[in-house]
C-alpha cells in the first residue's frame, strides 16, 4: 500500500515539476527568438538605408544627372 502511495506522489510531483519547468523553457526561447527576429529585422533595415544611400550618391554623381 506505501509502495503505491509512493510512486502516486512521486508521479505527481514529477508531473508538477516538468508543468513548472516547462513554460519558463519556452518563454526563454520565444524570447531569443523575439531578439533574432528583431535583431534580422533591424540588419534589414540598415542595409535599405545604405542602398538608398548609394542609390542618391550615384545619382547626384552620375553624367546623366542635370547639369548643375
Known sequence: MQ????RLLGGALAAL???GV??????AQG???Q???QKTKNDWRN????????AAF????SPYAVPS
Not at 509502495?3 to 509512493?6: G, N, P
Not at 542595409?47 to 548609394?54: D, E, I, S, V, Y
Not at 550615384?58 to 554623381?61: A, E, H, Q, T
Open 3 to 6: 509502495t503505491k502511495t509512493t
Open 17 to 19: 515539476t516538468l508543468l
Open 22 to 27: 516547462t513554460p519558463g523553457i519556452t518563454r
Open 31 to 33: 524570447k531569443r527568438q
Open 35 to 37: 531578439q533574432q527576429r
Open 47 to 54: 542595409l535599405a538605408t545604405l542602398a538608398g544611400g548609394l
Open 58 to 61: 550615384g545619382l547626384i554623381n
